[in-house]
């Protein structure tokens, strides 16, 4: 069974750092890109960032680009998503999503999400 | 970047209705469009891949059409169920406006 695990959510003051992270099961976490998609109170849905499975390429929304770094630990099968320069518009409800093919594609596993709180 | 637009906003609806929903693509995506159902303090539930095929598991009363720029979700005959935010999600490239903005279904 996929499962996705997210972690690291928390209470963080503007200009503050937090590190994420989502524990994968289930599937050869290796082979897959990894995306972060995230969800501000009363907003839609936004994808934030994307990994390769071997972790050299990565991708970012402009709206992050520059402050957060996602990576990959794949002897743990886990993704990490470093948050620097915080702002309250970052906080927000973070998913990990897993896309149905070995690429870009459909997210067809997500997890619970974990809950970012950027204020002072 | 790719934007994504979506229409209605808000659809009020009753059950035993037929109803659509809109999204367009700023540039062609060719059939490159996933929906999904979102449900607060849930994870959103993936409906419709490649813009018309049913993922495993989803009702068939749900349908998908389009290409390019244009595409379309119908519910064919709504359930209390079915009560929740839809999302259209493009994914021919990696776009900060991936996803619209979101159409949230309510009860009549």
């Known amino acids: 069974e996929v499962q996705l695990l997210e972690s690291g959510g928390d209470l963080v003051q503007p200009g503050g750092s937090l590190r994420l992270s989502c524990a994968a099961s289930?599937?050869?976490?290796?082979?897959?890109?990894i995306n972060w998609v995230r969800q501000a109170p009363g907003k839609g849905l936004e994808w934030v960032s994307a990994?390769?499975?071997?972790?050299?390429?990565?991708y970012y929304a402009d709206s992050v680009r520059g402050r957060f770094t996602i990576s990959r630990d794949n002897s743990n099968n886990t993704l990490h998503l470093q948050m620097n320069s915080l702002r309250a518009e970052d906080t927000a409800v973070y998913f990990c999503t897993r896309p149905m093919v070995r690429g870009l594609g459909a997210f067809d596993f997500w997890g619970q999400g974990t809950v970012v709180t950027v204020s002072s | 970047d790719i934007q994504m637009t979506q229409s209605p906003s808000i659809l009020s609806a009753s059950v035993g209705d037929r109803v659509t929903i809109t999204c367009r693509a700023s540039q062609s995506i060719s059939t490159w469009l996933a929906w999904y159902q979102h449900k607060p303090g849930k994870a959103p539930n993936l409906l419709i891949y490649k813009a018309s095929y049913l993922q495993s598991g989803v009702p068939s009363r749900f349908s998908g059409r389009g290409s390019g720029t244009e595409f379309t979700l119908t519910i064919s005959s709504l359930q209390p169920d079915d009560f929740a935010t839809y999302y259209c999600?493009?994914?021919?490239?990696?776009?900060?406006?991936?996803f619209g903005q979101g159409t949230k279904l309510e009860i009549k």
């Open positions: 999600h493009q994914y021919n490239t990696y776009s900060s406006g991936s």
């Open positions: 289930g599937f050869a976490f290796t082979t897959y890109v």
């Open positions: 990994i390769s499975g071997s972790g050299v390429n990565t």
